[in-house]
């Protein structure tokens, strides 16, 4: 590896990659660490090609700690490529209940349909061929090859990212520029021949437990003595955060509705049902593209907390029961009783919600008749049809599950 410019944003200097004697130094020490210090996850202990796969698109946008279970469960369902293939969609959604953004979860029964109809089943070998399938990006493409068939390619997510910048980045124009393909040349250097799956995860668990965002520890990362951006004292501002959408407050009721020991789940995209009596409007009124195939509970429109009668209003839960009364029929003769459950966090892309959920017992011996078309009855014991992350929480919230 030479000393040479390995690319340049307009206007600003991008980093050089380090001389090979630093790099096989900075790969020596990362490496030491890792062994000492690497995370025990499942997917770890006999890497294999499909278990990576699925490891590594789960890891995408779910926590280490959320992912690891769900690892487990998806694997002891769909043991390999094939047994993905031939599943339903919906079986593939529920395996995936719990880590959300259910996206992934066609992405990857797409991907092992097209596996087995094109190849015959037998995976991708190398990274380029890893990001043709849906859902697999340049990072997850990286990773997968890297670990699990030790191809001698860079996995650079923001995470791997911040890390090389600090490292390598005396000035923030520098951090600046570093970025597309002058970060991916860089990382490309620094892999480390022999054990490139090793180093790439390195990267990750260092990111993680050491080089955090906002807050590094170089007081004891092993990387510490060749860390540019720490010996000029810039470490904690770069790379600078990304610019964000500032997140929507929204407060929602959703209902769970029992009747002879069944719950009430209402079809993907069903819109709200019963509306509060106050002025505000709903933030947003498709949802079909928020729960394409997943079942949830009868919901209110979605309010803005912004909103004065909204926002302010201590009574919200109460007025969310008085809204579920009405729409059950409950004042016009039906029989039954409405109840306070509790209330649920959850955040969906930019929106972050704050759920009162009511429960609302049926007596009478017919169903509502406002239940939407396609509603189904299911016993807490299952089978569900795939639910939304949301519809779990609040059903554990109303203690049904
Ligand atoms: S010395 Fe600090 S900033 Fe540099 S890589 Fe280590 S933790 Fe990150």
Redo the contacts with the bound molecule.
């Keep these: 590896m030479g000393n040479a410019a390995v690319g340049a944003a307009r206007g600003a200097p991008a980093p050089r990659a380090p001389r090979p004697r630093l790099a096989a130094g900075l790969r020596r020490r990362l490496l030491a660490w890792y062994d000492e210090s690497r995370r025990d996850l499942p997917w770890r202990g006999h890497p294999t090609l499909y278990g990576t796969w699925i490891a590594e698109t789960m890891l995408q946008q779910t926590t280490v700690v959320a992912a690891a279970p769900c690892w487990e469960r998806f694997l002891a369902r769909f043991p390999d490529v094939r047994a993905l293939a031939a599943a339903d969609e919906a079986d593939v959604l529920c395996a995936w209940s719990g880590l959300g953004y259910y996206r992934r979860a066609r992405d990857l029964h797409a991907a092992a349909r097209l596996i087995v109809a094109k190849a015959n089943g037998r995976l991708p070998r190398t990274r380029n061929a890893w990001q043709e399938l849906p859902g697999v990006g340049p990072y997850t493409a990286g990773a997968i090859a890297s670990i699990a068939l030790g191809e001698i390619v860079p996995a650079v997510d923001a995470n791997a990212r911040r890390?090389l910048v600090?490292?390598l980045c005396a000035a923030p124009e520098e951090a600046s520029a570093l970025r597309g393909r002058a970060l991916e040349a860089v990382a490309a250097a620094l892999v480390d021949p022999h054990r490139p799956g090793d180093w790439n995860q390195a990267l990750m668990d260092?990111a993680t437990a050491?080089?955090r965002p906002g807050a590094?520890?170089?007081s004891i990362?092993p990387?510490?003595g060749q860390?540019r951006?720490?010996a000029a004292g810039i470490?904690a501002v770069v790379p600078p955060a990304a610019a964000r959408r500032a997140p929507v407050a929204v407060r929602l009721s959703l209902l769970v509705l029992e009747m002879a020991g069944a719950i009430l789940l209402v079809p993907p995209g069903t819109a709200p049902l019963a509306s509060l009596p106050v002025a505000s409007r709903s933030v947003r009124d498709d949802f079909k593209p928020l729960y394409r195939g997943l079942f949830g509970l009868p919901a209110t429109p979605w309010y803005a907390a912004r909103d004065a009668e909204i926002g302010r209003d201590d009574g919200f839960a109460r007025l969310a029961a008085r809204a579920w009364r009405d729409w059950a029929g409950l004042a016009r003769g039906a029989a039954g009783s409405v109840g306070e459950a509790g209330t649920v966090k959850h955040a969906i892309t930019t929106f972050r919600l704050d759920v009162a959920v009511t429960r609302l017992q049926w007596l009478d011996k017919e169903t509502p008749a406002v239940c939407p078309a396609g509603s189904v009855w299911r016993r807490p014991d299952g089978p569900f049809p795939p639910l939304s992350s949301l519809a779990t929480k609040a059903l554990r919230c109303a203690g049904v599950t």
């Design positions: 890390v600090r490292l260092l050491v080089c590094p520890a170089c990362c990387l510490s860390c951006a720490r470490a």
